[in-house]
């Protein structure tokens, strides 16, 4: 490939995507850059679709977005990545997504637990949870959690590290640090008590534990931040430098797999056909980055590092048969993972420059000016076929999964980055068991308290569904949904109830390490100073509501050149959820010894959990031994029954032949007896049977006797 400047290069590839897009249009309504990932499912899980009113299973690697709900039953757990955050869900949790877009995520939570880790909160980026008693924004990056309870009148919100507001029924903002907890009761006017510090409990045990296990990923230096799912990276596969593409991350896999062909095709919202992977470790590789087959192993490069990662449903190119196809094609479905340089083309509404920010990262120029050739088009192995009612119907393709010979798919016509298929409601959720467990009706309509208002219910999926069939394949534009919407109970909300101002609230949470918002202080422990009026606010300017963006990630900027300027970054450590350099330092003069405090507590609360552990372990092996002990009595009662019946089965043969021989010996002529040669058998006791005594030979009485 022919060397050019960077500028370009870029200004070619914008050339060659141009050519693409027929349908996109400048002004189209981006779709967000980030969704929430559904990464950990433990126990009976069960997960609603903002536009379908049904439940289905929750299962690994689905993508959540905006109004979408998910519920654990009892003894159940799920973990949620949004990016630089993870949610996690304790069991009997109704927990729901009002608004999840680039900058802002907005969730509520009507019952249960919630664990939150937040890594970093970059630039106007801000988080919110809504209770039935309160809403919860996070500050600083941290560990937080949230308790509201069955009845849901009573909620508990606890900082381990960072820092939160909460608005209850006036609005005014309740500021919690690190290590402080508040219990909000009641719900249009709840009562605010500040409570001592609950002691950690199995299940936050957990949380930490997972906090931990990312935090020693090393993938992090090569993927761009906001990339959904790298952690899972380094457990499944190694990384290695390749001259052409850079990084490159290989799995451990068996030797005939192709990427996208373990998992199942679903549909949402506004993305369309979207891929969700069986494998652990699938969400990161299977939208973002490209597939790169090197001499039959295939290895997944995320492309130049930026700032900020896009998420894309599924890069593929799906592809028709020709005419001439074979019989068991022509009812299939068929896709090839793309390559780098291989340019992705969104089936949904999108602008020209989220075009070009989607794939700034992994595109090259081979030759602008022709037609697009597929890297991945002429390996062999790398396309998968299934039949329509398996992909419509979001059924599994591992089991069904065909592979086409490579003399067909140099004929077949490349159809886009999605089929002209149109969605029912079977493509929106997961049934992989005979029972879905459904929260109560009444937990998940209970009204919560927001700090910002959220968006609107989305248009339901039977309204949708007769609009896309117009275009298969491709979502409702925004224009169509207006109109469906203006049919479709136009005003329909969230059960929520706003308090307070939001800009303001936000552009507090903002302010500048030392000042004091204008709220409620909780009570410091040594340290009460009475009649000291609180420091005036800060004068930073309030951030945006969350239901508009001001501010384009760089690569959407619109700029005086085509494109823009992709910014490469060195390699870094991964992010951590604790960073010293990030501390906001408190006006305290007592840090010192609080910080003490606080180190005591935590080596007690590590060395009472490595007790437990300690004792958890020792049960279990003493659980092991006499599951072992059992285990062998068992077997050795089997062998004696075995060898009992053994002994028995042999004594029944050996009877049943003596019998034979002996009715067999009756059966016999008396001349065939006589004929028989002098010589006989040797003979054998212990089969023979004892001869019965003749009377012709009987000596008279007297003739034997020889006294």
Known sequence: MTRVTRRRQIASIAAALLGCLAFVRGAAADPPDRVGRVSQ??????????????????????????????????????????????????????????????????????????????????????????????????????????????????????????EAEIAAGDGRPVVLRENESVRLAGFDNPRVDFTGVRETDEWEDWCRW??????????????????????????????????????????????????????????????????????????????????????????????????????????????????????????????????????????????????????????RVSNAAGPISYVNRTVPGAVTAVERGTFVNARPVTAVARTLPVEEIRQARVVGTAPQITPTATSLVVRSRGRVDVPPAAVVQRRVVAKVAPPPLPVPFAARESAMKDHPGRPADPKTLGSLRAQNNPTATPPVRVVGAPAQAVGQSRREPGTVAPAVQPPRANERPAGKEPAPASTEPSARPSTMRTSEPPERQEESRVTPVPRPMQPAAPPGPSRPAQAVPRPNPDEGRLAAQQAAERARLEQQHAAQQAQFEAQRAERERRAQDANARQQLQKQEEQQKRQLDDRQVREHQQLQQQQQAEKAKPPQAQKARPPQSPKPQPELQPKPKPQPEKKKPAGKGDSR
């Open 41 to 162: 499912v433990i126990g009976p899980v069960s997960f609603r679709p903002a536009t379908l009113d049904e439940w289905g299973d929750a299962v690994a690697n689905y993508p959540l977005t905006s109004g979408d709900d998910l519920w654990t039953d009892r003894a159940a757990r799920a973990e949620v990545q949004l990016g630089r955050a993870t949610a996690r869900l304790g069991a009997d949790t109704s927990f729901g997504v009002l608004n999840l877009d680039d900058h802002f995520g907005q969730f509520r939570l009507t019952q249960g637990s919630v664990a939150l880790t937040v890594d970093d909160l970059p630039g106007d980026d801000s988080f919110e949870v809504d209770t039935p008693n309160g809403a919860v924004s996070l500050v600083r990056p941290g560990f937080y959690r949230i308790d509201v309870s069955e009845a849901g009148d009573l909620s508990t919100v606890t900082v381990r590290r960072g």
């Open 210 to 363: 997972r906090d931990r296990t990312a935090e020693q990923g090393a993938s992090a230096r090569y993927v761009s931040p906001g990339t959904i799912g790298y952690s899972d990276l380094d457990d499944f596969g190694t990384w290695r430098s390749v001259d052409q593409y850079g990084p490159v991350w290989v799995p451990r896999v068996r030797t005939n797999w192709a990427p996208y062909r373990e998992g199942r095709w679903v549909w949402t919202e506004p993305w369309g056909w979207t891929w969700v992977d069986d494998q652990p470790w699938g969400f990161a590789p299977s939208h973002y980055g490209r597939w790169v087959n090197m001499a039959g192993v295939w290895g997944w490069s995320p492309g130049t590092r930026l700032e900020r990662a896009i998420y894309a449903p599924a890069l593929v190119v799906f592809i028709d048969g020709p005419s001439g196809y074979n019989q068991p094609y022509r009812d299939s479905v068929a896709w090839l993972p793309l390559g780098p340089g291989d340019p992705y083309v969104p089936s949904y509404e999108a602008s020209q420059n989220y075009v070009r920010a989607i794939n700034v990262s992994s595109v």
